[in-house]
Nanobody
Framework: QVQLVESGGGLVQAGGSLRLSCAVS????????MGWFRQAPGKEREFVAA???????YYGDFVKGRFRISRDDAKNTATLQMNGLKPEDTAVYYC?????????????????WGQGTQVTVSS
C-alpha cells in the first residue's frame, strides 16, 4: 500500500515562503514521477509542478519562477519550495505519484494521492 503524506503547510504573509514536503512509503519511490496539485475553495484542482524519475521538471503557467519542485530518492521525499507567495496561492496542496514515465499535468495519470496540506497566504 503506497501512502503519501504532505507536510509544511500553514499561514504566511504575502511575499513569504513555504516548503512543502511529501513523504512516500510502501512503494519504490525512485520509480515514480511526482507531482503537486492544488485546489482553492470553489475551484477545480489545478496542476502546480511535476518532477520525473530523471529529475526533469515541469510547472504550471502561474508559477512563473516562484516555485521549485525537487525529489530526494534516498529519503523517499518530494519537496515544493514556494517563494513570493500571493493570496491567490491559498489552497489545499496535494502531492501525487505517477507510475508511468511521468511529467504530466493531468490528474488522471497519477496513481496515488496524499490527503493534502493547507496553505493560506494573507494579504
Amino acid at each position: 500500500q503506497v501512502q503519501l503524506v504532505e507536510s509544511g503547510g500553514g499561514l504566511v504573509q504575502a511575499g513569504g515562503s513555504l516548503r512543502l514536503s511529501c513523504a512516500v512509503s510502501g512503494g519504490t519511490f525512485s520509480s515514480y514521477a511526482m507531482g503537486w496539485f492544488r485546489q482553492a475553495p470553489g475551484k477545480e484542482r489545478e496542476f502546480v509542478a511535476a518532477v520525473s524519475r530523471s529529475n526533469m521538471t515541469y510547472y504550471g503557467d502561474f508559477v512563473k519562477g516562484r516555485f521549485r519542485i525537487s525529489r530526494d530518492d534516498a529519503k523517499n521525499t518530494a519537496t515544493l519550495q514556494m517563494n513570493g507567495l500571493k493570496p491567490e496561492d491559498t489552497a489545499v496542496y496535494y502531492c501525487a505519484a505517477d507510475l508511468s514515465k511521468g511529467l504530466s499535468a493531468v490528474e488522471a495519470y497519477y496513481d496515488y494521492w496524499g490527503q493534502g496540506t493547507q496553505v493560506t497566504v494573507s494579504s
